[in-house]
């Protein structure tokens, strides 16, 4: 144990050498906290009652140490390198397929089209009895995703329960990589869609490139780039993706940290293939960090108008770095600003309280930058849209039923009894099997309550405190029975938002992500604002502030 210890304060020492060669790094608080870490493992190890775990000790530690800067800056231990490919490439070792826990059980919610899940014939709603012949039961969603990982070509059995019939299947586990374009195709004749899901690989400007060049050929001659939902992936995808529409040697971010090498301009390097389309570029709140990219300077060069909802706001640039032991951390390293020089980072997370969640950047340290055209927009918000859409809030009956997985039952029985559907973009349920849905709803036995009813109770408790509430009684009494929640009466009322996810989620049963995509596509408001966008020139320009 000496010689352990010994050899521990010459690693640290070391350390801390290497920590003094950087001169902006705080010498003696280095020097401290790895003493302390040192004196707290002796003690432990030499007297602790019984004997620690000390590979979940150190994990710990080290995981509560990161959580103080950024949940970008993440430690990630051998045994969940599989976790670290998906998180920074996009693919990663196992069946391919989306669970979930519901009650003691974890489902399979939706097999991936072509993986080794659904290729041996695992489908939505199969419950996960065993994995490998451990008991999935009682385990938490997380457990069993590790078990359904690993490495490519290694063997798996999973026993599922299925209709009350309890079926086994064994196969091998694959390379699985999240698909950059799920789906492309034209809308209305000239205008083109791509749905791009990730810039978490090398190859995004050539797909994105090659989806265009098919929508060309069949005639496109304006676009809409979905970044919805993208959480980002490879800065240096998003510059060539925004040089596929821009000129070349225009810089398109800048990166800015402690040290001289993270300061960097990112340019295009290339001539434009598609400089004059026409482009709309939708976001929501799930667009991120390389989508932020390449929208904001699509937005601060005029080239783009962007529709939707505010970005996320992740303006934090990391690098991965590798650790003993097959080990690896990545790291926040730098800052990002658009063209026009703004950092859309929302939270500071450099000022927040010890303990705490990060706050938003205050109001009263936003500052204005200016687009090519003069158009005015802000930092430390995410990107602002140019044109903004609102997403409906859904009803809380409609919340309740998916909650209770009212949906996802209804759909799994939808699929056995039908062996196949109409086109995704033609599918809808007739009124006799929403009444069927319908019963299904009232059959069960969960409860809700609506906010109205709530507000009401509360009005009333103030106006009885206050003496007001004999002479509103009478109004009071009417208004009660048309805000308490009626299944009946809600299950009319929102009918058109429950069919909605009904249609989706049965389409979703044939034809899987490529399946849902096109059924969202009627409809929607984001895409029915860029389609009217696109189709009035005059509206086009004046939004981008083209003469």
């Known amino acids: 144990m000496k010689h352990l210890f010994k050899k521990i304060t010459i690693i640290s020492l070391t350390f801390c050498n290497l920590a003094f060669l950087n001169a902006q790094s705080n010498?003696?608080?280095?020097?401290?906290?790895?003493?302390?870490?040192?004196?707290?493992?002796?003690?432990?190890?030499?007297?602790?009652?019984?004997?620690?775990?000390?590979?979940?000790?150190?994990?710990?530690?080290?995981?509560?140490?990161?959580?103080?800067?950024?949940?970008?800056?993440?430690?990630?231990?051998?045994?969940?390198?599989?976790?670290?490919?998906l998180m920074t490439t996009g693919h990663y070792g196992g069946i391919g397929s989306v669970i979930r826990k519901m009650d003691e059980f974890?489902?399979?919610?939706?097999?991936?089209?072509?993986?080794?899940?659904?290729?041996?014939?695992?489908?939505?709603?199969?419950?996960?009895?065993?994995?490998?012949?451990?008991?999935?039961?009682?385990?938490?969603?997380?457990?069993?995703?590790?078990?359904?990982?690993?490495?490519k070509g290694s063997a798996i059995e999973i026993k599922v329960e299925r209709n009350n019939e309890i079926k086994t299947f064994n196969f091998t586990r694959d390379e699985i990589e999240v698909p950059i374009v799920p789906y492309y195709g034209m809308l209305d004749g000239s205008i083109g869609y791509i749905s791009l899901s990730t810039f978490m690989k090398q190859t995004v400007t050539d797909e994105v490139a090659k989806a265009?060049?098919?929508?060309?050929?069949?005639?496109?001659?304006?676009?809409?780039?979905d970044l919805r939902g993208n959480g980002g992936g490879f800065l240096n995808q998003a510059v060539s993706l925004v040089n596929l529409f821009v000129d070349e040697g225009i810089t398109v971010v800048s990166t800015k940290g402690r040290i001289e090498s993270e300061i960097f301009n990112y340019k295009t390097q290339t001539k434009p293939l598609y400089k004059e389309i026409p482009l709309v570029v939708l976001i929501d709140e799930n667009s991120a960090s390389a989508s932020e990219i390449f929208a904001g300077t699509l937005q601060d060069l005029d080239r783009a108008v962007i529709i939707g909802q505010t970005s996320y706001g992740k303006g934090l640039v990391q690098r991965t770095y590798d650790l003993k032991y097959g080990s690896k951390l990545k790291l926040t390293v730098a800052k990002y600003y658009t063209n026009s020089g703004r950092c859309v980072q929302k939270l500071d997370y450099y000022n927040k309280e010890f303990g705490k969640k990060a706050a938003a950047v205050p109001d009263s340290l936003i500052k204005t930058f200016y687009t090519k055209n003069g158009r005015?927009?802000?930092?430390?918000?995410?990107?602002?849209?140019?044109?903004?859409?609102?997403?409906?809030?859904?009803?809380?009956?409609?919340?309740?039923?998916?909650?209770?997985?009212?949906?996802?039952?209804?759909?799994?029985?939808?699929?056995y009894k039908h062996p196949s559907i109409a086109p995704a973009d033609q599918f809808h349920l007739t009124d006799e099997e929403y009444n069927t849905f319908r019963q299904m709803v009232l059959k069960d036995t969960f409860e809700y309550k609506t906010i109205s009813e709530d507000i009401l109770l509360e009005l009333k408790n103030t106006a009885e405190k206050e003496g007001y509430f004999n002479e509103v009684k009478d109004l009071y009494d009417k208004m009660l029975p048309h805000l308490t929640p009626s299944k009946e009466r809600d299950l009319d009322k929102f009918k058109e938002e429950i069919l909605k996810l009904l249609e989706d989620e049965i389409v979703s049963r044939y034809y899987f992500q490529k399946g849902r995509t096109v059924y969202n596509l009627n409809g929607n408001e984001d895409i029915l604002k860029a389609k009217e966008i696109l189709k009035d020139k005059a509206s086009y320009n004046k939004i981008l502030g083209n003469k």
């Open 212 to 225: 265009i060049k098919s929508l060309k050929e069949q005639g496109m001659k304006e676009l809409i780039m």
């Open 27 to 85: 010498g003696f608080e280095v020097i401290k906290g790895i003493d302390l870490m040192e004196n707290i493992y002796m003690y432990l190890d030499q007297y602790y009652v019984d004997e620690p775990k000390y590979g979940n000790l150190s994990k710990t530690a080290i995981d509560a140490m990161l959580r103080e800067l950024d949940p970008y800056t993440v430690y990630y231990h051998e045994s969940n390198m599989e976790d670290y490919l």
């Open 376 to 415: 005015t927009v802000i930092d430390g918000r995410g990107i602002e849209p140019d044109v903004k859409t609102e997403l409906k809030d859904m009803s809380n009956l409609t919340y309740m039923i998916m909650v209770n997985n009212l949906v996802f039952k209804f759909a799994n029985d939808y699929y």
């Open 106 to 151: 974890t489902y399979i919610i939706e097999p991936y089209e072509g993986k080794p899940a659904f290729n041996a014939g695992l489908r939505a709603g199969d419950k996960i009895l065993e994995i490998d012949g451990r008991s999935m039961k009682g385990k938490a969603s997380d457990e069993v995703s590790t078990s359904l990982k690993g490495s």
